[in-house]
Structures are given as structure tokens and as C-alpha cells.
């Protein structure tokens, strides 16, 4: 008989690439399951999560979705397929229907990075609803990676996650998911107390609005799924279980 535990599809961050799963893979195969690090586009929100639902569609039997950061609104819009069982929030935000993050964080004391971050145009294929020919992407500067990002990460590792990073699409500040699938699917959210990209009170308000069941991390900065691989992936195995 086929196996009818989840598949484990993880959404990475904005200036961030799927290498940044390679530990929580590693250690979420040691623990028998199917892993899937999706190759989220950082173009907009609802491209973003359009291609993720096409992503999930290839996939057979339920799936818990993991995303973080940006990775977490992404998950948000397209958790509303209908494999998905359970979604984890890592060092990310679960925003509401029709709430960017612009202004959810309007709520709170600005992310250190935001100011710090590079803005570079880049043409566009006049698809992503705007119309325009150019658009802005961000990335973080080399020497701003390992102090906001990742700060409990080796200097020279911090590096050479600098160096991967993919540049996101500035616009997926102000897009607001049109579902919010946490508001009828149970959800998890690891919060990392230490984070200077994305805030914790932004991590643990969010967390608390949708009732999410939560492990704080204290000490752990924003690349949390390098630095603690084996605590990420026992959280998202914990994830599974119900399903399992």
C-alpha cells in the first residue's frame, strides 16, 4: 500500500535560494520522509504562489507546507490546495487576507535591514499586472548579511549565503495574499527570538493571531534552517504527525 504519510514541501525566503534547506532535508530524510525544496520565483506574491500550487499539484498525498520569512506569505496564499494538511511558519509572518507585509510591520518597530537593503532594476516580461517594463528587486549588501541575517551562522558560511542569494522582487512588500489558508488549516510557527531581518514581535503576533502552535527559539537568528537544521526539522516533523 502506498504510504500516506506527507510529503514535505519547503518555501524559501526572499534574497535566499533552496540551499538554504540542505540541513532540514538532510535531517527530515533521516526521519523517513519525502522532501520537496520548491524554487520560489521572488517575482510577486501571486506569481510566487501560483507557481507553488502548481508545484503541489504534481504532488501525491497530503503535503505540509513549510515557508519562511517571505516564504511564509507565499504558503499562506497557496496552502489553500487541497493536499496541503498542515503548514509551519518558519521565522516568518501569517498575514491576513488582503495584508501586505508593509503594512503589518507598520505596526511594529521597523526591521533594522529594511534600510540597509540594495535596490537594483530589472526588466520585466509586462506579466506581473503593473504593466511596467522595469521593476526594483532587493537584495542584502555582502557586509550586512551575516550581522542581520545570520547571526548565529559561521562568518565564512554567512558568506557564501550572501553570494547565493537570489534577489526578490520589491513589490512583495506591499502584495497582500487574496486567501489566508492558515484561517482553515492548522499551522505551526517557529519564531527566532535573535532575528534582525524579520522581527519577533511581528513573528510572535502573527503566530498568536492564528492560533498556531509555537516553539520560540531565543537565541536564533533569521537563517535559523542553517544554523539549527535538526530543531527546524523536529519542529516540522512534529508537523506531520497528525497526518502520519
Known sequence: ?????????????????????????????RRGLTVLAAANPLRGLAHDAGY???VLAAVEGP???????YGGAVITEAGTAPNVVALV?????????????????????????????????????G?????AARATELS??????????????????????????RPVAERVLTDAPTAAAWQVKPAWALVTG????????????TARRAGA???ELPDASHAVAVSRPSAVAEFIHDATRPTA
Not at 96 to 123: C, D, K, M
Not at 127 to 131: A, F, H
Open 213 to 215: 502552535t509555537t516553539l
Open 63 to 69: 503535503v505540509v507546507l513549510a515557508g519562511h520569512a
Open 127 to 131: 506579466t506581473d499586472g503593473t504593466g
Open 52 to 54: 507553488l500550487t502548481s
Open 89 to 125: 511558519y518558519v521565522s516568518a509572518y501569517l498575514p491576513e487576507v488582503g495584508e501586505s507585509y508593509q503594512a503589518l510591520a507598520g505596526r511594529f518597530a521597523p526591521s533594522p535591514l529594511i534600510s540597509r537593503l540594495r535596490r537594483t532594476s530589472y526588466a520585466t516580461d
Open 194 to 205: 535573535a532575528d534582525r531581518a524579520l522581527p519577533p514581535p511581528v513573528q510572535r503576533f
Open 1 to 29: 500500500m502506498p504510504s500516506t504519510r506527507p510529503t514535505v514541501v519547503l518555501v524559501h525566503d526572499g534574497c535566499s535560494d533552496a540551499t538554504t534547506w540542505v540541513g532540514v532535508v538532510a535531517e527530515l530524510q
Open 140 to 165: 542584502v549588501p555582502g557586509d550586512c548579511f551575516g550581522p542581520f541575517v545570520a547571526g548565529d551562522v559561521d562568518p565564512e558560511l554567512a558568506g557564501v549565503l550572501a553570494a547565493l542569494q
